[in-house]
């Protein structure tokens, strides 16, 4: 079994949040197309970089999380293509990993 995670900001560059139907309609579609997701949303994570030059960067993420028995790369790669520009980053990140269940 695979683990697929999706890191999403909930807030642009300003601090505004994204609009909310961003979230849920991706949560629909995925749950339909995989069967289930799991979301951790109550206590956004938050992510800390440096980006060159500058100070410390903050963004406040919710994962979302699916398994899967295969991951299909070229669906991934346009879903990471697509939330890249909806949201307006340069990088969404997208892991994945086998797990094991008991």
């Not at 505004?16 to 799991?38: C, N, Q, S, V, W």
């Not at 979302?64 to 990088?91: C, F, N, S």
Request: hydrophobic fraction near 40%.
């Amino acid at each position: 079994m695979l683990l697929l995670q999706i890191l999403l900001p909930i807030k642009d560059e300003k601090g505004d949040p994204f609009p909310e139907h961003y979230f849920t309609d991706l949560r629909e579609e995925l749950a339909i197309k995989f069967g289930g997701i799991t979301i951790y949303s109550r206590s956004p994570a938050k992510g800390l970089w440096k980006e060159s030059g500058s100070s410390l960067v903050t963004d406040e993420m919710i994962i979302y999380e699916i398994m899967m028995q295969e991951v299909d790369l070229p669906y991934w790669q346009a879903q990471k293509l697509r939330l890249q520009e909806l949201l307006r980053q340069d990088e969404i990140l997208m892991r994945y990993h086998e797990v094991t269940t008991i």
